[in-house]
Each structure stands twice: as structure tokens, then as C-alpha cells.
């Protein structure tokens, strides 16, 4: 029997290869994006069965709650996110930050990962998963301060990381690690709004690992949370970033 991974931000740079990762690894994919059509779209050519492809806006209560009801899920990678920029294009400053921005930004990005965490763990309790998993996306924005986002995505995605340690502490009595990976600079749509490709070079030099990192990158480190070899691994932030930044 397979188990079911419910993907949020499955459109995504990143959600696709999460998408086509652990339809390798045998999981049975529910790819979630506020974009359906794009959604689906992840899942052509992966191996694999039982896949399938949902409209879900991950701050909307009802639609979160009614992704849990609808379906037996027993591994959640929450990867949807937005990053806002300012009308002209640039990194906004925080003085800039409209309110409104602000709380969309935490709306999504941490209300939509709270939202998540809580429907997986109540539909757990109700009717209890095995090796269930939770993975959500902080940034190394997060843990630096950000040099190219804003400070409403820093600050929800900080929130991402505390809540994985509060969320891996409740889920443990059910057998549910809860884990977040914090991607570096990622070749990915979100990156690409504040990096154009001519400037790789100079960015790169300041990666140790000397190169800006790939979706597959990050989709490697969350099939590894998602497996058994990471039982034992619990309100962990996994850094994929290429040494950009260590602890
Ligand atoms: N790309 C990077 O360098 C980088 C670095 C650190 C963290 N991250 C994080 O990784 C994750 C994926 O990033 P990406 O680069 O693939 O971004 P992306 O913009 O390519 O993908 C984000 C996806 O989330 C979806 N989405 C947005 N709002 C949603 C909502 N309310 N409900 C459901 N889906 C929604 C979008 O439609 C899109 O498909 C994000 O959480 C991002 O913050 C990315």
C-alpha cells in the first residue's frame, strides 16, 4: 500500500521536483497549488499511481481542513510561500512594507503552515498514520537577516521555525516527526525575482560549495526527512544551502 504526500506549492521551482522526488520514491502525490492547471501539470511523467492534483489556497481554513477530510494523508511537505516585492521590482524596504503586505506575507507563509501542521495532526489523532511526517519551509533569510527578501518573509519564515519546534513536541505522542528545511539561494522562480542569471558567478563565490543550489538540492533533503533513516530526527531545521551559512 502506498503512502499518500500531500505537497503544497506543488507548481512551484521547488514543488515540482519535490513532486517528481517522492513520486519516485514511491509515495502516492496530492499535488496542492492555489494554481491547479500548473498543479497537474507537475505531475505529468512521474512514476507511480494514485497521484492527483487539488486547487488549495493553504490560508483558507475551510479549504485546509476540507484537504484532510477528503483524503488519508500520512506525510505533509508544506512548501507553498510567497515572497512580495515592491511594484518597481525591488527588495522592499521594511519602512515600504505596506500593513496589507505584511499580513499576507504572514497569512501564507506561516498561518498556511500552521494551518497545515494543525488539520494533519488533528486528522491523526482521529485516525493515527504511521512514521506520519511534516515538513515545512523556513529560509536561510530566516537565520540571516535576508539580503534579498523583506522583512515580512523573514519574519514568516521565522515563525516556521518555531512553530516546527512547538508542533515536533505535540506530534511526538503520535509517532509524527516535524521537521523544516531551510533552502539557501535556490535556482528557482522565487530567487530569480532578485537574481538575474549574469550575476551567478558573483554570487556563487560566496557559497562554499561554490554554486547556487537546485531544486532537486532541496528535494533530495526532504525525501531523506520523510524516510525511516530520519526517525529519528524531530523539530530539526535542516540547512540546504551549500555552506552559505553554518551554525
Ligand atoms: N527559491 C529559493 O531560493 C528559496 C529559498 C529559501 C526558501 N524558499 C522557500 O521554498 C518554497 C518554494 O519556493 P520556490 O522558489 O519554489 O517558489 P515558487 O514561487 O516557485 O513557488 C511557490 C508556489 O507556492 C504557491 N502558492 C503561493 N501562495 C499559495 C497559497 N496561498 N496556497 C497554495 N499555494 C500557494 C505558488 O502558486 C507557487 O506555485 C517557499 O516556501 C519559499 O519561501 C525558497
Redesign the pocket.
Known amino acids: 500500500m502506498f503512502r499518500r504526500c500531500l505537497i503544497?506549492?506543488?507548481?512551484?521551482?521547488?514543488?515540482r521536483a519535490i513532486v517528481s522526488r517522492l513520486a519516485q520514491e514511491g509515495f502516492a502525490i496530492t499535488a496542492?497549488?492555489?494554481?491547479p492547471a500548473?498543479a497537474e501539470s507537475a505531475l505529468d511523467g512521474v512514476p507511480g499511481e494514485g497521484h492527483r492534483a487539488i486547487a488549495?489556497?493553504?490560508?483558507d481554513e475551510a479549504a485546509v481542513k476540507a484537504a484532510f477530510a477528503d483524503d488519508a494523508v500520512d506525510c505533509v511537505v508544506a512548501?507553498?510561500?510567497?515572497?512580495l516585492f515592491a511594484p518597481s521590482g525591488d527588495r522592499p524596504a521594511l519602512t515600504d512594507i505596506s500593513l496589507s503586505d505584511w499580513e499576507l506575507t504572514q497569512r501564507?507563509?506561516s498561518t498556511?503552515t500552521f494551518l497545515l501542521l494543525r488539520e494533519y495532526l488533528r486528522a491523526a489523532t482521529r485516525s493515527p498514520v504511521d512514521d506520519g511526517r511534516f515538513v515545512g519551509?523556513?529560509?536561510?533569510?530566516a537565520q540571516l537577516g535576508g539580503y534579498r527578501s523583506s522583512a515580512a518573509?523573514i519574519a514568516s519564515?521565522g515563525a516556521v521555525t518555531s512553530l516546527i519546534k512547538a508542533g515536533a513536541r505535540e506530534a511526538a505522542a503520535l509517532g509524527i516527526t516535524v521537521n523544516a528545511v531551510?533552502?539557501?539561494?535556490?535556482?528557482?522562480?522565487?530567487?530569480r525575482q532578485s537574481l538575474s542569471p549574469e550575476n551567478d558567478a558573483a554570487v556563487s563565490a560566496a557559497i562554499p560549495l561554490g554554486r547556487i543550489?537546485t531544486?532537486a538540492d532541496?528535494a533530495g533533503s526532504v525525501a531523506f526527512l520523510l524516510g525511516r533513516d530520519a526517525g529519528y530526527i524531530t523539530g530539526s531545521v535542516i540547512d540546504v544551502n551549500g555552506g552559505y551559512r553554518m551554525q
Open positions: 503544497t506549492g506543488a507548481a512551484g521551482g521547488i514543488g496542492a497549488d492555489l494554481k500548473q488549495l489556497d493553504v490560508s512548501a507553498a510561500g510567497i515572497l501564507i507563509n498556511g519551509f523556513s529560509s536561510v533569510a518573509y519564515k531551510a533552502p539557501g539561494l535556490i535556482d528557482a522562480p522565487m530567487l543550489g531544486p532541496v
